[in-house]
């Protein structure tokens, strides 16, 4: 069965602290592993990542592929209050489908 | 562009009534789905379609049926509304391999 795990399930930090969420996946005919950012409405798509251990970045962001072994981590350093979401990981299945499927995620809350 | 709209926003039904969520893309991507997320639960696929006239089952398609009759518009009819389809309803978008681009959402409820 098809899964992505992510951890921890919270996270509590003060702003400028650097923090890492972990993702692990067993996905069938696996093609991308995406992150993705929910603050109150729409998840807002921060990275797709195909090819292991080449490292994405976005600003403070980043995120990087283990396809050994079926890991990412999102990297965020100098943490702000804006930062404060839940932080959700997809693996992409059956090939090149765009069908997701997704962990239950992190919620990350950045204290001032 | 006004990206993936969903509407309406809010819905409360009564059980055993039908209804149907409407979203639609003003981007031209040939893909589209519907995925409902619930507490604990992540997100789950409903119904994909990867172009006008197709479409095709996700995790959870029991109680929901879709059709893409254009490129721009891809509703989600609940037939007979239970208290376990009571969710956020999200409707996505992209070209193919492309990431998904996610609308705001639609919060129903079924008393």
């Known amino acids: 069965e098809d899964k992505v795990v992510q951890s921890p399930l919270s996270l509590v930090v003060h702003e400028g602290d650097t923090v890492t969420l972990n993702c692990s996946y067993e996905?069938?005919?696996?093609?991308?592993l995406l992150w993705y950012k929910q603050e109150k409405k729409a998840p807002t798509f921060l990275f797709m990542l195909?090819?292991?251990?080449i490292e994405k970045k976005s600003g403070r962001l980043s995120s990087i592929l283990d396809k050994k072994e079926l890991f990412s981590i999102l990297n965020i350093t100098a943490t702000q209050t804006g930062d404060s979401a839940v932080y959700l990981c997809a693996g992409e299945y059956g090939g090149a489908t765009n069908k997701l499927i997704f962990g239950t995620g992190t919620l990350l809350a950045v204290q001032p | 562009n006004a990206g993936v709209t969903q509407t309406p926003k809010f819905q409360v039904l009564k059980t055993g009534q039908s209804m149907t969520l409407q979203c639609a893309q003003d981007m031209n991507h040939e893909y589209m789905s519907w995925y409902r997320q619930d507490p604990g639960m992540g997100l789950r696929l409903i119904h994909y379609s990867v172009g006008a006239g197709i479409t095709d089952q996700g995790e959870v398609p029991n109680g929901y049926n879709v059709s893409r009759s254009t490129t721009e518009d891809f509703p989600l009819r609940l037939l007979s509304a239970a208290p376990s389809q009571t969710s956020v309803y999200f409707c996505a978008s992209s070209p193919r391999g492309q990431p998904l681009h996610f609308g705001n959402g639609t919060r129903l409820t079924v008393t």
């Open positions: 996905v069938t005919n696996f093609r991308s």
């Open positions: 195909t090819s292991s251990g």
